[in-house]
């Protein structure tokens, strides 16, 4: 593996970091851990994605990044208008770029989210802008092609494992690895999703297990290592899911949930019942997914996420729909729309930053699709589509692909087929059996229409178009 250009984020022999005091002067009373908060909700609200935390503040504070990455850049440009990098207490990016950290004693965690690191030499890449590099590879070369560039941060513990050599006990370092495949998994779903990038995502978590296997050399760092595991194998489990591979997904759900059982993590249970119950609605077994979604609200009660609490309520609305279940299905979405109106929290788990207005309007749409009751169906598929956020091309594709679905059942095929259109426009940089699955099923719906105005183009693009194997 050729080594990268990285920045200095770590403290080089000859220099050593300089507190970045102008930082710590603007976080003002805040603790580290709610200026993280902020940080991210800022992130949100530009359509950033970073997994800012108290440690990362604290790093920034004591000179161990000495420039951030541009996904943080833009967020902290955000947060404070009209200041600079340096007005930020950051050293100017011409100043760092080019040169290349030191391994230290202490590698774990000397490394930003987001930035590309080789297991090898404990580099960084930080002249990395994200969406568009990820774009131009995901176009290029698939999904495989991107996750192996970004995908590879544990590749060298499965490369052990395969061979049959012991795996050496994990570090710090090791877990930062698997916490970042997780991350990097997420972000390549929310903007291309899952096809392409299913069965290049199950070797880290392969790898993820062999570290597992092989023993931590900390305490925390074994519970970092349990909870990055639950946590891949039900990215892993959501991948397998979206690309149509229900039996491989409910596999991975079950891994995950006996991890956070065997460790007491009900953060990571809450989680792994979640993706069940969405997996068992979707596959026909709404009674299943009614009593997953309860048991996740069952143990999710005591974590202090009120937005968690609503997106499980809402996975409950799906199992009542699936049972023709109205006052059920009413009941747990009212229960989620006000549980919603709580606003954010400190508690709110990193996974759920898909979870905002737009997610909510649109599981609300699947389940008044479920129910036969199209117009309503489509008035918040619609709406769903016009909130989300242009970072998450997958959503947007996945709910104009309800909308057109349930215009095409409403009776309203025009509507519908320019609908259906708008998803085709996405489907060169989405990939998603899921989505291909609903339009497919829109254009059986609109046939017997197809002289109405715009009808017969959408079907014809739509045969024409490229299936994925």
């Known amino acids: ?66 420039c951030p990455n541009y996904a943080y850049e833009r967020v902290f440009l955000h947060m404070f208008p009209g200041r600079t990098l340096t007005d930020l207490g950051f050293a100017p990016r011409s100043s760092v770029r080019g040169r290349r950290a030191h391994p230290t004693g202490e590698t774990g965690g000397a490394h930003e989210p987001y930035d590309t690191q080789d297991p090898q030499n404990h580099e960084m890449d930080d002249n990395y802008e994200e969406s568009d590099v990820l774009r131009r590879a995901f176009m290029t070369g698939g999904g495989a ?31 930062y690895a698997l916490e970042e495949a997780v991350r990097r998994i997420r972000l390549l779903d929310d903007r291309h999703g899952a096809d392409g990038l299913y069965r290049r995502a199950a070797q880290p978590l392969r790898a993820a297990y062999a570290l597992l296997d092989a023993g931590a050399t900390r305490r925390t760092t074994a519970e970092r290592l349990h909870a990055g595991a639950g946590e891949l194998a039900i990215s892993v489990g959501w991948l397998a899911h979206d690309s149509g591979r229900f039996d491989d997904a409910r596999s991975h759900y079950a891994e995950a949930l006996a991890t956070a059982r065997m460790t007491g993590d009900d953060a990571l ?43 499980l309520a ?16 009413e009941q747990a979405l009212a229960r989620a729309q006000a549980l919603y109106e ?26 008044w699709s479920t129910l036969g009751d199209w117009c309503r169906a489509s008035r918040h598929a619609r709406r769903a589509a016009q909130l989300q956020d242009p970072h998450f091309t997958r959503n947007i594709a996945l709910y104009t692909a309800e909308l057109a679905d ?41 046939l017997p229409h197809r002289r109405a105005s715009g009808v017969s183009a959408f079907l014809e693009r739509h045969a024409s178009s490229p299936r994925t194997a």
């Open 1 to 66: 593996m050729a080594s990268s250009q990285v920045t200095s984020s770590q403290p080089t022999p000859d220099r050593p970091p300089r507190p970045n005091l102008v930082f710590r002067e603007l976080r003002g009373k805040r603790s580290p851990a709610e200026f993280a908060a902020a940080v991210r909700r800022a992130a949100r609200e530009i359509g950033e994605r970073v997994s800012c935390d108290a440690r990362y503040v604290g790093r920034v504070e004591a000179g161990e990044i000495r």
């Open 145 to 175: 092609t991107v996750a192996a560039a970004s995908l590879g941060p544990i590749g060298l513990a499965f490369d052990a494992a395969a061979a049959g050599r012991p795996v050496r006990r994990a570090g710090a370092d090791d877990a």
């Open 342 to 367: 709580r606003g954010t929290s400190e508690a709110d788990p990193e996974w759920m930053s898909f979870y905002g207005e737009a997610e909510l309007e649109g599981l609300e749409a699947q389940c």
């Open 314 to 329: 809402l996975r409950e609305a799906g199992g009542w729909a699936g049972l023709a279940d109205r006052t059920g299905c």
């Open 269 to 311: 249970e809450a989680h792994a019942f979640c993706n069940t119950a969405f997996l068992a609605r979707d596959a026909g077994r709404p009674r299943e997914a009614v009593r997953a979604a309860q048991a996740a609200q069952r143990v999710g009660r005591n974590l202090g996420s009120p937005r968690l609490m609503s997106l």
């Open 406 to 446: 349930d215009l095409a059942r409403g009776g309203r095929p025009d509507e519908a087929a320019a609908a259906g259109m708008r998803v085709l426009d996405l489907l060169d940089q989405v990939q998603s059996s899921r989505i291909q699955a609903m339009l497919a099923a829109t254009a059986r719906v609109l």
